[in-house]
Nanobody
């Protein structure tokens, strides 16, 4: 059974930083691309970042480019997202997503992929 468990969310002031982690199990983690998708209240999901199998290719949404950094540790079956220079509009639940293949261009949408339970990030002064 695929399990994705996010952690690291919290309340932070604008300009602050957080590091999200996602512990993966139940599948060969190193062989799959992984994404971080966020959903703010009243809005649809937005894929903010993705990383290919092996970490060769990364993707960032324009809204987070230059501020967020995705990485993975295949030895630990863990995905990370470093969030810097946080803005109020970054407030959302952040989900770790197992994509359907090894490329960042593989599918990431429900119900075809596995999502974690999410971790709340709140940016507020």
């Amino acid at each position: 059974e695929v399990q994705l468990v996010e952690s690291g969310g919290g309340l932070v002031q604008p300009g602050g930083s957080l590091r999200l982690s996602c512990a993966a199990s139940g599948f060969p983690f190193s062989g799959y691309a992984m994404s971080w998708v966020r959903q703010a209240p009243g809005k649809g999901p937005e894929r903010v970042s993705a990383i290919s199998s092996g970490g060769v290719t990364t993707y960032y949404a324009d809204s987070v480019k230059g501020r967020f950094t995705i990485s993975r540790d295949d030895a630990k079956n863990t995905l990370y997202l470093q969030l810097n220079s946080l803005k109020i509009e970054d407030t959302a639940v952040y989900y770790c997503v197992k994509q359907t293949g090894s490329s960042v261009y593989s599918g990431y949408e429900r119900p075809y992929t596995a999502w974690g339970q999410g971790t709340q990030v709140t940016v507020s002064s």
